[in-house]
Every structure is written in structure tokens, then in C-alpha cells.
């Protein structure tokens, strides 16, 4: 009995801690390494891991402690300070899988400030109830000049129409917003307001919103 009752608490001390450890990190790492950082510091020390594999256990590790602030500025100087592209890439996108608003939020930044003025097209649904707004965005992107990575504000140009707007816009809790002008009946009218968010393939998804149209629902790829 005693044997028995000492099997069942080891083994359901292990069970409750896998449940209870942060989403991927304990499935990479095992469950003592996830809950206590000097461990998982030793483990990617020691056990022989490829260089990329160590660049993202440590990015996990790191993620996974600290109050979101700190995990969002440890995400925020993880990508900055990676300069080989593949592995930029697969820790890019760790961080915008990472459930953590404040992390995302980092990883949307940096994937935007990449891109530098590479245009990016915007889809409206096939579904959206036609209009005088779903034929504006149809065949429409944006370029962004200026994404302060430190702030998450971003400036540029949106183009659609047969015109380029000024445009505006900020990335706070994983979801990005625009503004710019739009075309209300041949004429350019402020008030246009495009809301975006991350979705599990990468695309930013979301509706366009005016003061005289119905919503319409749109993607645009980011990575």
C-alpha cells in the first residue's frame, strides 16, 4: 500500500505539472526544466542540441518567465539580435504563436518593420456584401514607410482606387489598426478603419470599418 501510494504521487505530481506547464514548453523541454529557468539554462548547455534548437529553447524559456513585460521585451531583443534568416524566421514565428498578447504584439511589429516597403495587397472577403467599400479595397494594399519598433506606431501609404492616402496606424494586443481616407461617393472621406489580428497561418485578419458602409472582412499575408 505504501509502495502504491508513493507510485501514485510521484507519477501525479508529474501528470498535474505537465497540464499545468506553459503551452510547447513543456513538451520541448520536460516538466522540471520548464517550471525552474536554471535547469532549462544547463539542459541547452549540455545536451547536444543543433545551434537552432538552442537559439529556440532559450527564445522558450525565456517567453515563459517574467511578467508579460518582460516577455514581451525579451521577444522584442531575441528578434533584434538575430541575424541568420532561417532562424529569424522559426523564432518569429514562435513568438506569434505564443498566446500572450503583449509577445504577439512584438512578433507583428517585427514581421511589419521586416518587410521595410514591401507592398501588402488586401483581400476582401468573396462574401461581403458588395458595395462601394468592397469595390475600393478590391485590388488595394499598403506600404508601410516607418514601424517604430519600440512603440508600435507605424506610418505609410494605402493605395486604392486609383489614388494613394496617407495612412496611420498602431499595433497594441496583437491587433493592428489603420486609418486612412477612402472613396464615399467619388469623393476622399476621412474616417476608414481597418482592424487586424493574427491568425494560426500568419495572415492578419479582420474588417474594414467606415462611418456609411457595412463592414467588410479582409486578410493580408504577413510573412
Known amino acids: 500500500m505504501g509502495t502504491l501510494g508513493l507510485g501514485a504521487a510521484v507519477f501525479g505530481f508529474f501528470l498535474v505539472a505537465r497540464l499545468a506547464t506553459p503551452e510547447g514548453v513543456g513538451q520541448e523541454r520536460g516538466v522540471i526544466a520548464a517550471f525552474v529557468p536554471p535547469v532549462a539554462a544547463a539542459q541547452t548547455a549540455v545536451l547536444p542540441f543543433t545551434p537552432v534548437e538552442k537559439e529556440l529553447l532559450t527564445l522558450s524559456t525565456r517567453l515563459s ?3 508579460p513585460e518582460a516577455r514581451s521585451a525579451a521577444a522584442r531583443e531575441a528578434l533584434a539580435m538575430v541575424e541568420d534568416k532561417p532562424t529569424r524566421r522559426a523564432m518569429l514565428e514562435r513568438v506569434l ?3 500572450d498578447p503583449n509577445i504577439q504584439q512584438a512578433g507583428i511589429i517585427q514581421a511589419l518593420a521586416d518587410r521595410g516597403r514591401t507592398s501588402l495587397p488586401v483581400l476582401p472577403e468573396a462574401a461581403a456584401p458588395e458595395g462601394q467599400l468592397k469595390t475600393y479595397l478590391t485590388g488595394a494594399q499598403f506600404t508601410l514607410n516607418n514601424v517604430n519598433v519600440a512603440t508600435g506606431a507605424l506610418t505609410g501609404a494605402f493605395a486604392g482606387g ?4 496617407r495612412m496611420s496606424g498602431s499595433v497594441a494586443n496583437s491587433r493592428l489598426i489603420l486609418n486612412a481616407q ?5 469623393r476622399w472621406t476621412d474616417g ?3 482592424d487586424l489580428r493574427i491568425d494560426k497561418d500568419f495572415k492578419l485578419v479582420g474588417d474594414v470599418r467606415t462611418p456609411t458602409d457595412a463592414p467588410v472582412r479582409l486578410e493580408t499575408p504577413l510573412l
Not at 182 to 186: A, F, I, K, P
Open 65 to 67: 518567465s517574467g511578467d
Open 97 to 99: 504563436r505564443n498566446s
Open 162 to 165: 486609383g489614388g494613394n492616402r
Open 182 to 186: 477612402y472613396l464615399n461617393e467619388g
Open 192 to 194: 476608414m478603419v481597418i
